[in-house]
């Protein structure tokens, strides 16, 4: 039997995952204290129930899914509203800081897959589409160059790279919470728990509800949502790649600084918070609903070796490395969890970690304006050109 849900059913069903996950985040020990976050716990439920459903014949569902860049988008959105001149300032270091760290990252994945490639005298390619292409640049990356490498006489290199996008997926969302909480706790540190924080997915901040207000606020993200596709268009005419979703999240800096330098009108913070938890929720319960943990059955032998080599390098490079060059502080343990995130899945996915972690902790206001920028403008560059380099040594 198969059935197509539609788009509107998908988002209904995405906030029932949600929910589910939020009910046994609340009743599970290890959820809650590791903070892993409400829409991967219900997600990966229904994932693994679809995995059931399909394995046994008993239904396969087709979901339609165009809906999650809307929400993603809108996400990022809300978190350019963050980005006053004081915060760039400070983030200045640290963005760089956290580019140099992903190209060390994407050179040991790619060294790890190549090397266990060899090892099990498979070709060196399929040992990148086990590397940073699945790794750090997810699906997207995984569908450019698995295509590209087939054509090179790589046999079923797509299929590789995909299964091993969805594995990393899974784990850079159930291993950047412990790691941080870990960090966190070893070390005694907390995050600020006053001010403005629009960076927590979870926490409960109760606020009057004007309808006026919270109509300024959402009308503020989806105008810098229309206004950011426009930014897009030319970096794309200019042939620059440029993620759709930052177009958005930097028209809503400009307006958040024209803001604070004018005073000529209010950026309601609070209401634009709601607006972008919102998003995020809805596009990570969606990504990880559909995914189809099937594919990872390719992963037999040396695949699942590899797969678990990437996952051990990726724990330990945040725990030892990636705390330590950020500075040992709290907003640098917040970023632990997010490289995990973008380092094994996607850039919502470190968004999801860290914002579980502030919920918790208290606010990483840095963090979540360094990592958006690194993960969506800077690591998908960094790693094009490293693979680059390995298919040419290697092939």
């Known amino acids: 039997m198969e059935i197509s849900v539609s788009s509107f059913q998908t988002v209904a069903l995405a906030v029932v995952v949600y929910y589910l996950g939020k009910y046994l985040k609340s009743r599970v020990h290890f959820f809650s204290e590791y903070c892993i976050p409400n829409p991967v716990i219900g997600g990966i439920l229904f994932a ?19 809906l999650q860049s809307f929400f993603m988008t809108m996400f990022f959105t809300s978190v350019g509203f963050t980005a006053s001149i004081k915060v760039l300032k400070e983030g ?62 790589v046999k079923d290199a ?15 969302s159930l291993i950047g919470g412990p790691i941080a909480h870990k960090i966190i706790q070893r070390d005694h540190l907390h995050g600020d728990t006053t001010g ?43 042939h620059v790649v440029f993620p759709a979703y930052i177009g958005g999240m930097l028209v809503a800096a400009i307006v958040r600084n024209v803001s604070d330098a004018t005073g000529k009108y209010e950026v309601p913070i609070e209401e634009i918070q709601t607006v972008g938890s919102v998003g995020l929720n809805i596009f990570l319960s969606m990504a990880l609903m559909s995914l189809k943990i099937w594919d990872l059955f390719g992963l037999a032998g040396p695949l699942s070796v590899m797969a678990v080599a990437q996952t051990i390098l990726m724990a330990l490079f945040a725990y030892f490395i990636v705390y330590r060059f950020m500075g040992k ?42 990592v958006p920028l690194v993960g969506g403008l800077f690591v998908d560059f960094v790693n094009a050109s490293i693979i680059t380099i390995f298919v040419n040594l290697f092939h």
């Not at 299929?159 to 784990?171: E, K, N, P, S, Y």
């Open 48 to 66: 693994l129930l679809n995995l059931f459903l399909h394995q046994s014949g008993l239904l396969v569902m087709h979901m339609e899914t165009i």
């Open 329 to 370: 502080g709290y907003e640098a343990a917040v970023m632990t969890s997010a490289v995990c995130g973008f380092g094994m899945g996607a850039t919502p996915n470190a968004m999801a970690n860290m914002s579980a972690i502030t919920a918790k902790y208290g606010h990483a206001p840095r963090a979540f304006f360094v």
């Open 196 to 238: 403005e924080d629009i960076t927590s997915v979870d926490k409960e901040v109760v606020v009057p509800l004007v309808p006026e207000r919270f109509m300024l606020g959402q009308g503020q993200v989806l105008l810098c949502m229309g206004l950011g596709t426009i930014l897009t268009h030319i970096f794309v005419a200019m």
């Open 92 to 153: 200045g270091k640290e963005v760089l800081k956290m580019v140099l760290l992903c190209a060390v990252l994407i050179a040991l994945q790619n060294s790890i897959g190549v090397g266990l490639a060899k090892v099990f005298n498979l070709d060196p390619l399929i040992g990148l589409c086990a590397g940073s292409i699945p790794m750090v640049g997810g699906h997207g990356t995984s569908g450019a160059f698995g295509p590209m490498f087939e054509s090179m006489g």
């Open 158 to 172: 797509t299929t590789v790279a995909l299964a091993m996008a969805t594995f990393g997926l899974i784990m850079g």
